[in-house]
């Protein structure tokens, strides 16, 4: 009799369970595969300079009497930033003025001696040593007339530099300085910035830096603003590379009439080396590395047809990095042809003929129904009849 209850309790165990739920379909995110263009460029990030950029100096150790300008403004060459005070300089002309004025009435009352003595000379009435003489100390007199005249220019000039102005028309920038401020040759008062064009500096490591020409068209778009993006075009590469880091500077000239470029930003500038048409190209998150990968470069991808999945085999090409926001894509050698559903996010959880829910759009992934990106993970745990794990404590 035992032997007979044990073999209907195995029979019982081993039947199936039909009342037993079907697995709730995983909620993913699709993309169409599309055929076009392969662009293989590099994406690098660069400073943001003005086009022209000069530190404003005074020439001479003095004091700010008056700011003619404010930070931000808009200043023509040869306009007046600052006015410093100019006493010592007035002295010095004032001093110059008097010491020649002093030296021009010696050599005239010189050259009235020689035009008094000449003719008495000339009758022997006197020696013409004396004559000699005095023509001597007219010619010491014009040259220490000249002398003079050439300190007053040199003073005029500096007491002429007590206005410092604008080198160049630009915008003012990192105005430092107030009235009452100490100011010397080694302090830069402001800098005019020339922001109509600016130029982003690079520098390239040198795989990438030999594939590069004057000419080539870019795309710049500054990191703190993602929906500006500029054209720009490749105006200067260096003659030599660096010894140490293996790279090479580089400068895009991008046109910025509007001033939203501003030195001092960090900017991504994508350069276009090379393109390709008629090419397969998927996510590269859509892709599913395999052992053969690296050897063969064969890869998995899962496509999805009428709510289930299929997972399909493929021959991977050449990777292409994303500029700005784009994402990277990879080429498909074999094993699509371009339109159909691959799943770029929740592959990593599928099996092969797994039923799924594809999100309606790009938000809605990980929010449907309300759902946070855990939420939906816990759903998922919960449809293969997996119970998620909940916090301890309290």
Known sequence: MRPLVLLLAFVIAC???????????????????????????????????????????????????????????????????????????????????????????????????????APLVERSALPRAQLEALEAQLRSADAQVAQLQAGRRVATLRRGRTVVRAPATGIVAELGVEVGDLVSPQLPIARVVQMDRVKVALRVVEQDFVRLAEGMRVRVQPTALPGVTREGVLVRRSAVLDRLS???????????ADHVLRPGMVAEVAIELERREDVVLVPSRAVLMTTRTSRERVAHVYVE?????????????????????????????RGLEGGESVVIEGQHVLRDGARVRVAEAVANVGTERGLRPEDDRAESERADGVQPESGRGG
Request: proline fraction near 6%.
């Open 15 to 117: 039947a199936p369970d039909e009342a037993a739920p079907e697995p709730a379909p995983r909620l993913v995110r699709t993309e169409v595969v599309a055929r076009g263009p392969a662009i293989d460029r590099v994406v690098l990030l660069g400073d943001v300079e003005g086009e022209l950029d000069v530190r404003v100096v005074a020439e001479l150790p003095e004091r700010i009497r008056e700011l003619h300008v404010r930070e931000g403004e808009a200043v023509l060459e040869g306009a007046p930033i600052a006015t410093l005070e100019a006493a010592m300089p007035a002295a010095d002309v004032a001093q110059a003025d008097a010491a020649l004025l002093s030296a021009e009435a010696a050599r005239d009352r010189l050259r009235v001696d020689l035009a008094r003595t």
């Open 246 to 256: 293996r790279t090479g500077l580089v400068e895009i000239a991008v046109e910025n």
């Open 305 to 333: 047809r009428e709510g289930s999945v299929h997972r399909q085999e493929v021959e991977l090409g050449r990777r292409y990095p994303g500029a700005a926001e784009e994402e990277s894509r990879v080429e498909i050698v």
